[in-house]
């Protein structure tokens, strides 16, 4: 099972990066993915989720309008849009995978996105 991370670097305020997660290994069209995000002496925190055939989406208040988070099945993959970004968004993303029953869930290994002037 591999999730990799890509899309991460140095973004000026009010830029925009996409980050992807590319899967393998697992049947990704029957988990649900999610990114979170882990800045210097801060916890792990969700910051987007998105169901298994993508209609449901959820988002953390601080990107929400921001953010987009959505997926191709057909492609083993997992998006992250994000425009307007703050220096408050600055913070090691990871990619994640879940699924309820029977319960299995994967990690990425992130990737770091650099918000500063």
């Known amino acids: 099972v591999q999730l990799v991370e890509s899309g991460g670097g140095l973004v000026q305020p009010g830029g925009s990066l996409r980050l992807s997660c590319a899967a393998s290994?697992?049947?990704?069209?029957?988990?649900?993915m999610s990114w979170y995000r882990q800045a210097p002496g801060k916890e792990r925190e969700l910051v987007a989720a998105?169901?298994?055939?993508?209609?449901?989406?959820n988002y953390a208040d601080s990107v929400k309008g921001r953010f987009t988070i959505s997926r191709d099945n057909a492609k083993n993959t997992v998006y992250l849009q994000m425009n307007s970004l703050k220096p408050e968004d600055t913070a090691v993303y990871y990619c994640n995978a879940k699924r309820i029953s029977p319960r299995m869930e994967y990690w990425g290994k992130g990737t770091l996105v650099t918000v500063s002037s």
């Open positions: 998105i169901s298994t055939g993508g209609g449901g989406r």
């Open positions: 290994g697992f049947t990704f069209s029957t988990y649900g």
